[in-house]
T-cell receptor, first 119, second 114 residues
Framework: GAVVSQHPSWVICKSGTSVKIECRSL??????MFWYRQFPKQSLMLMAT?????????EQGVEKDKFLINHASLTLSTLTVTSAHPEDSSFYIC???????????????FGNGTRLTVT | AQSVSQHNHHVILSEAASLELGCNYS??????LFWYVQYPGQHLQLLLK??????LVKGIKGFEAEFIKSKFSFNLRKPSVQWSDTAEYFC????????????FGGGTRVLVKP
């Protein structure tokens, strides 16, 4: 089945620094990837839709300058949390569909997530 | 506002008990419905999905869900739970009216006591 890989699995950084999270589709090409955020004991909230070769589409309330998304290739999307603060500590999860095997509306394939802790 | 609601935040039950988790959504039109499970320390996994056809869908690990269009509901059931079913369960809806974005409910933490 389609595999989505995220790296790193967890990261601890100091306040004010930037952190980059990578999301790769290992056995398929993903023109679109989705970035979610999950706070403790809460559900997943869609942050943005990453589009290969074009700008990401951000959900309402998500700061595009804070959460930089780059989708430069069909197998890699990156999320950079810039000038991180403790309130950015969360679980970030990426997901994607295989455009050739999954029709629109099909289940997403999720990465294992990245736990970010900002001290 | 369009949303996905899960009625129970926490459920505690004993092994062999029956489980039913409620899920309601508020989107009109065409919807695709999913239940995901997240075991402790693991990533989200798809339990089952509904696109069309028989409203009673069967998924992995003995789970099933029933789509009741008139009630905008997609409740998850399992007749007899096991300790290994301890996990968090998320209902999710992909609605054409919402741009086909996958929207999750708040999740239900299920603890099965051995």
């Amino acid at each position: 089945g389609a595999v989505v890989s995220q790296h790193p699995s967890w990261v601890i950084c100091k306040s004010g620094t930037s952190v980059k999270i990578e999301c790769r589709s290992l056995d398929f090409q993903a023109t679109t990837m989705f970035w979610y955020r999950q706070f403790p004991k809460q559900s997943l909230m869609l942050m943005a839709t990453s589009n290969e070769g074009s700008k990401a589409t951000y959900e309402q309330g998500v700061e595009k300058d804070k959460f930089l998304i780059n989708h430069a290739s069909l197998t890699l999307s990156t999320l950079t949390v810039t000038s991180a603060h403790p309130e950015d500590s969360s679980f970030y999860i990426c997901s994607a569909r295989d455009p050739f095997r999954d029709r629109e509306g099909s289940p997403l394939h999720f990465g294992n997530g990245t736990r970010l802790t900002v001290t | 506002a369009q949303s996905v609601s899960q009625h129970n935040h926490h459920v505690i039950l004993s092994e062999a008990a029956s489980l039913e988790l409620g899920c309601n959504y508020s989107y009109g039109g065409t919807v695709n419905l999913f239940w995901y499970v997240q075991y402790p320390g693991q990533h989200l996994q798809l339990l089952l999905k509904y696109f069309s056809g028989d409203p009673l869908v069967k998924g992995i690990k003995g789970f099933e869900a029933e789509f009741i269009k008139s009630k905008f509901s997609f409740n998850l059931r399992k007749p007899s739970v096991q300790w290994s079913d301890t996990a968090e369960y998320f209902c999710a809806v992909n609605a054409k009216a919402a741009g086909n974005k996958l929207t999750f409910g708040g999740g239900t933490r299920v603890l099965v006591k051995p």
